[in-house]
């Protein structure tokens, strides 16, 4: 049984060559090869081995083709002890020439040393003979793993009659996906089994998706239902979510939720009809002046007593021991008085509320980074718009802007909080030190000349 691989190489291909073609992990004393290193299970089609990625450039360079994808990687992995290293190699050889042998050169190495013995092997992108690149598509990797599989039942070998077509994912996303970092499809995920929760049929179910700004292409014509999220750029097929999410998946999911919702609209009734029948109470006015005291606390209340006393500095109304103190923080006041602002605007209170919040613009940024790579390779088509493409993209730049400003604002909060914290409280050692010794707050004004009716004691 052989399980093929694809990967597509993008840069460094004398590297993978390099890999392919390793001594030490296909060794094989007295092997005789075609076009191979001595004494290796290595091979090679239409080239060889020890000029391989030399013809391949110049086959790229003759064709002014030696952009985007450089070559493919296929790899060819054998069950554990179901064949020899010289019979693995064979169905490589077999595989590369009966693949590619027309059109492409092709650099075969078998690896020994693992415990399942597997194939490498690197194709040239370009053909020599009529300089067309090869595209790879589901289809053509079907029909390769067709021959893969055939070339193993003419050896005796066993291969898998029914695999499982597993459904691609993006590089980006699944990178995202590891570091728990929003995505568009998780996000479309998570409003899918919200909605569940609320239908009994499948059509409320397209009804509900539609009112949250959805897009939905539904109908017999088409084999597979597709939507498109709010703001989207392009519609997602379903089945492209995972199994639990096509329309078959759906409707079974209503069907066995059916009597939670039927159950939830019923408390839902009951509520309402309590709200109607409660008693009523006279509004308040909205312009009357609050009677309770607005609280602070965590670091908006540091920063509000920080700032505070910063402006008696600047106002001359505080100790001059104290103004001492303070005098090298006044040239901060406006980065401080904007700091506050920002987590008066925003409800933050505490040091948990700012690393919530710097995580919610995380994964803003996140999206709209995404969101604008897709642009970028939007443009590049040459029958892309560029005027609405580049407009798009300098108001994605402008947002990530904003929201990379206040990350920084977060992170600037965090940092000096610690310090802010320390030397309040060396102010309010000194204050306490001058109770003490019963010298007034304002005696510092009278040796200065200034009368307190200027400054207002009681204020003070």
């Not at 089609?45 to 000029?51: E, G, L, R, S, W």
């Not at 509004?283 to 209340?301: C, D, E, H, K, V």
């Not at 590049?380 to 493409?389: F, I, S, T």
């Not at 004004?445 to 204020?459: C, F, L, Q, T, V």
Request: charged share 30%; hydrophobic share 30%; with cysteine.
């Amino acid at each position: 049984m052989a399980v093929l691989e694809i990967h597509a190489i993008r840069s460094r291909m004398d590297d993978r060559i390099k890999y392919a073609l390793n001594p030490e992990k296909t060794s094989c004393i007295g092997f005789s090869n075609h076009n191979g290193l001595p004494d290796t299970l290595t091979d090679a089609v239409n080239c060889f081995c020890d000029t391989a990625y030399e013809q391949m450039e110049g086959t790229k360079s003759y064709f002014g083709k030696t952009g985007q994808v450089l070559g493919y990687h296929f790899i060819q992995s054998f069950k554990p002890g179901e064949v020899t290293p010289q019979q693995a190699h064979e169905i490589g050889r077999q595989f590369a020439e009966r693949c590619f042998g027309e059109r492409f050169e092709v650099v075969i190495g078998t690896h020994t040393d693992k415990s399942h013995l597997h194939n490498h092997i690197i194709v040239n992108s370009v053909s020599f003979t009529d300089g067309h690149k090869y595209r790879s598509t589901p289809e053509t990797f079907y029909e390769l793993r067709r021959i893969s599989d055939e070339i193993c039942r003419t050896h005796g070998l066993s291969v898998i009659e029914q695999p499982k077509h597993r459904t691609g994912k993006h590089y980006a996303e699944w990178i995202a996906e590891n570091e728990y970092r929003p995505t568009i499809r998780s996000a479309i995920r998570e409003d899918i089994d919200v909605v569940l929760m609320q239908v009994r049929t499948l059509d409320e179910f397209w009804e509900h998706l539609r009112r949250r700004g959805y897009e939905i292409r539904v109908n017999p014509n088409r084999k597979y239902v597709a939507i498109r999220p709010p703001n989207g750029k392009r519609f997602i097929r379903l089945k492209s979510l995972g199994d639990a999410y096509t329309p078959k998946q759906l409707a079974n999911r209503i069907a066995a939720g059916r009597g939670a919702v039927v159950e939830n609209i019923r408390k839902i009734k009951v509520r309402r009809k309590q709200l109607e029948t409660r008693k009523k109470y006279r509004p308040r006015n909205p312009f009357s002046i609050p009677r309770g005291r607005l609280t602070l606390r965590g670091i908006r209340a540091l920063y509000w007593k920080y700032v505070y006393m910063l402006g008696k500095v600047r106002t001359r109304k505080a100790p001059r021991v104290v103004r001492g103190v303070m005098l090298d923080e006044l040239r901060k006041l406006k980065r401080y008085t904007e700091q506050y602002y920002f987590l008066r605007d925003h409800k933050l209170n505490t040091k948990a509320d700012i690393t919530m919040y710097a995580q919610m613009l995380d994964g803003k940024i996140t999206a709209l980074t995404e969101e604008r790579r897709a642009v970028y390779n939007e443009s590049r088509k040459p029958d892309a718009a560029q005027g609405e493409l580049q407009q798009a993209s300098q108001k994605i730049t402008e947002a990530l802007r904003a929201l990379r400003r206040e990350r920084r604002i977060c992170n600037a909060i965090c940092d000096t909080a610690p310090e802010m914290r320390q030397r309040l409280a060396e102010v309010q050692e000194i204050e306490q030190d001058m109770t003490k010794t019963g010298v007034k707050q304002h005696e510092s004004r009278e040796r200065s000349g200034r009368s307190d009716a200027a400054y207002g004691i009681d204020g003070n």
